[in-house]
């Protein structure tokens, strides 16, 4: 091995205020331009090891025990595109680190422009940071750390929140610029798609240690069950399949030529769709970025007027409820019908307890305290959430609030789930245990709609699919085609990822 | 991805290209003199001054009207709250209902309040609307040699305001997803409100520390001496702007003690 760019010896640290060390024992050494995939369980610490690389942890956050030496600068890029980018326009968000490190005015604009060339921004210096897609700033987020010409790159998650064509932007970016002697470590969910930028793959247990290291087929010759059961997407192995048997119920709900412009917005989000959503149905609502997925969430879920067409319930879903348009219904009553599961968990927590957020339901509901015990204790175990019962939502990891936020939807048992995009950047455990609960929703007689880029919980669950054409980017008087509705996804094979 | 509001001025014109910070002293050095009087000259002679510097600032005067209407509702307000329960009564009385009068003096003093409204506030309007943040931030660093902590930390934090709103909606939305509204109850509504409010600052609070680490992983505030990629220069023409911009003011006020008019504040 060439000289060492990281270091750690018995490393460990435990943040302020926690009884747990998130880190601990950690001997680890990597070479001046390895390349590591860092993998491990929800809360096994990689955060944490990235920003002590990154000298983010400052003393006194925490209390550290043994060494952590890093020989050179290093630079880190964060999942959320925007909050890294501090300035308007993406030179000077570039320019930015540069002026920080004191680099001479003169030497500033050439190095911005290498590394805006470098990543393939196709874009000059001035343009605006608001106007690019996640994709697009991610590769500026990028562009930034590395005119800093750090010795180690740490990538924290940096395609979890992007779609498909966003994520092999921002790949295709890291595979085209990164110095051969930059030493790099990343850390991602999808395995699969990131091995061809490792040649190292290191696992950190759910302890805290590293419990496996090496080359990329031996650590998944010799581990690849257990780190699949920790919840790695471990590449090559199947995804469980969970397609609907019985037969579809009645329709629930139907959209007819739903058009909706958002406030503000010159374009509308969605026009012309056509949409039935029947029981014991999984609806994948699929489409490329601005296609209007989203939009037509909130319009299923009753949460927006749409501003042409109209949303009906039927008898089936609402009983006598169903004369009056979804959004229209009082807010106890939409949520004992249609449970809408948004992006971001934490938008619908609104309590300070996991378990309490899991009752609001269905005592809003006004079911007896018994039986909302019962229901809270059921969905606590089914999630495993039940360790955490007492824990405020915002305190719990990524998967833990994506089950909390899909449960407290559940917790009032309504006869429709609308969903979107609820495998976001999820680990393969949380993405199996949300799959088989939604295939159990679906057959237990319920409609669920999931609008999403993941073309494996397509694949693993839909049994019908909406796929929206792309959304207008100029205003067009002429209406787009109108959309399709495929029966049977199962036709296509579950190989055939045509999107 | 969020919509910016779109720039009023454009951006070649000669005062919309001065330095940042002696546009912003310019505009005090002349709103601040105007405000030593009460008569209705002053003001209306600093007004014709500044509506005259608009097309200098790349400004069109439609554009102007449209994006300070409220400045103008307020100023209106202001005017016929002074007819009403104005107190200053001189000269002829024009209309009279029972113990109210309405008097020239009343007139008088109410345009005398809605133009230094205007006049005072005109300047700011114009500055702000031809002046890029970004370009704010470099010249007060550079020139007024503010901290940058201070001044680029501001100008990070202000570009996540527009998702704020984006923000606001979400929160609504999720909570009528989750079963919670208020329907007439006007507690439930002030509850809910506030709730709402409390998630927003909170979700605000958590971006901003997103923001500030990432900031600091790039370098930022790190005790070192920053250098500037973009250099905002104070050139002759800028002090220019600022000797002009007090001289006009002291003009306006001349003009008014030599017609008799100036009222001093407070005399």
Redesign the interface.
Known sequence: MATATVRLRGFGWRHAGRRRYALRGVDLSVGRGERVLLLGPSGAGKSTLLAAL???LATDSGQAEGECVVDGRA??V?Q?P????????AG?DV???????????GQ??PR?DAALRAVGFGYPRAR?T????GGEQQRLALA??LA?RPALLLLDEPTANLDPAGAALVRAALAAALPADTTMILVEHRVAESLPLVDRVLVLGGDGTVTADGAPAQVFAGHGATLAAQGVWVPGLAVPSRRGTGPAGPDLLAGTALGYRH???ATPALSHVDVSVPAARALAVTGPNGAGKSTLA?LL?G??RPDTGTVAATAALAGHHAGTPPYRW???T???HI??V?Q?P???F?TGRVDTELA??PR??GLAAPAVRSIVDELLVRLRLDPLAGANP?TLSGGQARRLSVA??LA?SPGMLVLDEPTFGQDRRTWCDLVDLLAGVRDAGRAVVLVTHDADLVTALADRRLDLPPGPADPDPVAPPARVAVDGVAAAGAGDRPW | MVSQPLPLARPGAPLARRNPVAKLAAGTAFSLPLLSTLDPLTPALGLAVALAAVPGFGVRYRDLARRSWPLLAGALTAFLTMLVFGTVHSGSTWLGLGPWRLTTGTVVAAAGLALRLLAVSLPGVLVFASTDPTDLGDALVQNARLPARFALGALAAFRLVPLLGQEWRLLGLARRARGVDAGRSPVARVRLFAARSFALLAGAIRRGTRLAVAMDARGFDSGLPRTAARVQRVGPADWLLVVLAGGLAAAALAASLAAGTFRPLGG
């Open positions: 990154a000298g983010l630079g880190i964060f959320d925007s909050t890294q980018l501090v300035m308007a326009r000077d320019a930015f680190g540069l002026e920080n490190l004191a680099v001479p005015a500033i604009w911005v605006s608001h106007a690019l897609s930034g750390v800093l406030p503000g917005a909130l879920g949460l927006v009082r807010a106890a939409l949520a004992r449970g809408s948004f971001n934490e938008h619908q609104l609001l339901g809003r509901a915002y407290t939807a009032a």
